[in-house]
């Protein structure tokens, strides 16, 4: 059974621009979670999609957007980056219910210069 | 609102001496909880979970916590650390009004001695 897939794992880009990352869950897994981690911050929840619904919002600004396509497909936006969107990102995917178990990609690590 | 402390960031044994790792939650309502095991560059591995069954909960690699609801604690062990076990260790927290959201504490960091 494969796991979550995430792409692309490494990704340097430029202050100012956009950027998208892709999460692949694992099949029949309907729920996407999205976490930034950091040395300072640690892991920190960003959203949750079910069904293409975002069903939970972390605490970030607007400038991280999120959506869900109808196979699960994930995609996370980042648009305007500034230096401290230099991140770990990780995608999880679950089957549902609180109690089940995210299974998590190995995530895309993100270098804003 | 639901929180998790894990005291000491660092953690260091011998090869063959005791873990312990320490999580405290905060959780308004009976709270899930589990232990997540990072290798570098690497996502996250589930060591074991809590879903209120038995409060002594065994995982994987000898891994075992145990739910304190008196103390809102939830302390991983391990009776012998290997070298193997040298990595990043998470415990986070979720409840049935949160959906899958995942609260993670700081992170502590195994270091096993030869």
């Known amino acids: 059974k494969a796991g979550v897939t995430q792409t692309p794992r490494y990704l340097i880009k430029t202050r100012g621009q956009q950027v998208t990352l892709s999460c692949s869950p694992i099949s029949g897994h309907r729920s996407v979670s999205w976490y930034q981690q950091t040395p300072g911050q640690g892991l920190q929840f960003l959203f949750e999609?079910?069904?293409?619904?975002?069903?939970n919002k972390g605490n970030f600004p607007g400038r991280f957007s999120g959506r869900q396509f109808s196979n699960s497909r994930s995609e996370m936006n980042v648009s305007t980056l500034e230096l401290g969107d230099s991140a770990l990102y990780l995608c999880?995917?679950?089957?549902?219910?609180?109690?089940?178990?995210?299974?998590f990609g190995q995530g895309t690590r993100l270098t804003v210069v | 609102a639901q929180s998790v402390t894990q005291l000491g960031s660092h953690v260091s044994v011998s090869e063959g001496a005791l873990v312990l790792l320490r999580c405290n939650y905060s959780?308004?309502?009976?709270?899930?909880l589990f232990w997540y095991v990072q290798y570098p560059n690497q996502g996250l591995q589930l060591l074991l979970k809590?879903?209120?069954?038995?409060?002594l909960v065994k995982g994987i690699n000898g891994f075992e916590a145990e739910f304190k609801k008196s103390e809102t604690s939830f302390h991983l062990t391990k009776p012998s650390a290997h070298m193997s076990d040298a990595a990043e260790y998470f415990c986070a927290v979720t409840n049935n009004n949160a959906g899958n959201m995942l609260t993670f504490g700081g992170g502590t960091r195994l270091m096993v001695k030869p």
């Open positions: 809590y879903t209120s069954a038995a409060t």
């Open positions: 999880a995917s679950s089957i549902e219910g609180a109690a089940t178990e995210a299974f």
């Open positions: 999609y079910f069904s293409e619904t975002q069903r």
């Open positions: 959780s308004s309502v009976p709270p899930y």
